[in-house]
């Protein structure tokens, strides 16, 4: 093993923290840079996949994330406009039987504080906010960091975990802004006493329909109550996080079954993102600067993935640097070739799987064949080679 390094983050969401984690862990000297006031999440849901699960035993977090998260009882599909059920797999332990790891769902801020906490827990890793990255020059002893306001920062290598609309990435990619989709997701969080009873489900349950899908699922031990209502819109700003128009939505949702309309007459105010991705690359690494989660390979939402590939790129970044005896290039080398395949092919299926869950026609009734004839959700066949994880062992083979 080499010596230990001194790394520079920039971005503390879900993969920066991840990333800081594992590396403190390894012995090296992390500092992250969040351009934030204040580290945090925003107030929403995410799922995760048992491949996602395998790598919190890695990290020694899986119990911090059990006490927080929700375990749902199956994952449902039905129809918006008929209420008709098209899909349900049971989960309980279903997922644990077939991959070794449960399927959770968890509050954004809950999973943030778990790495934020495991973060403040490791002597070597810096936490740094109101601090914006804004690009890098790199010699062969090292790599500068440019903040706003002037300074700079030497270390031995820099991950660029800034997001979406990265700055790390523009120096290495140069693929300017990001795709945006043309769909919008209105999200809220409701507490348990808001929603009536004949209204809540303890699955994750998607209403599927034409150019819409609304998916709900409970949070936080089952104290909370997620709600995600996606639509084609040509709202195309690049806003994230900012309000969203009700009016739009009750009209995208006109059509849908009144259980559905109801809880959407639930939610007062709706905030929205513009979803966005962009082409899979198979370059993200220049010398001793990398990318990881959403700056390396940002997707849409359809496959609940984003930031669980985040969490393994964090922990093959490990591997790598270990591997290699801390050789850095060599190593970022290493962890983007072991990751552009996998992180390439949940790019490009999310976009499917938004087409399948907002299909007409045709489509529609292909999608409902396909679903209930089992070949594609009976123990998650479809997406096993999504869920099975990563196999640590070869990663490098
Ligand atoms: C509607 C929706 C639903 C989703 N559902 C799921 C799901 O169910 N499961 C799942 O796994 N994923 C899901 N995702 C995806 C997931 O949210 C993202 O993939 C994940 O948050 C990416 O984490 P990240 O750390 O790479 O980037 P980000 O969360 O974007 O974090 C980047 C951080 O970098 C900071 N930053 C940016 N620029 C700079 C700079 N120049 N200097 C310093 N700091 C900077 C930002 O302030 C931010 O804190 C969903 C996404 C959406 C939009």
Redesign the pocket.
Known sequence: MGKPLSVVV???????LAAAYVLGRQGHEVTV????AAFGEIGAG???GPNIFRMFEVLGLTEAIERVAFFPAGLGMNDVRTGETVVRVPLGGAARAVYGYPYGVIYRVDIHNVFLDACKDQPTVKLRTA???EGYTQDAQGVTVQLAGGETLRADALVG???????VRQSIVGDGKPRVSGHV?Y?AVLKREEVPTHLWSDDVLLWGGEKTHLVHYPLRRGELFNL?AVFHSNKYDEGWNTFGDTAELNERFAQAVPQVRELLEKIETWKM?V?CDREPVKNWSDGRVTL????AHPML?YL?????Q?IEDAVVLGEALKHTGNDVASAFQKYQKARYLRTGRVQLTARFYGDIYHASGVARELRNRMFQSGEESAGFAGLSWMYKGLDLKHLFD
């Open positions: 920039a971005g503390g969401g879900i993969g920066g840079l969040e351009q934030s995410i799922q995760l601090t914006k990255v975990a800034d997001g979406l609309w990265s700055r997701a999200r995600v993102w979803l990881l989660g959403d700056a939402q609940a993935q984003g930031a669980g985040a």
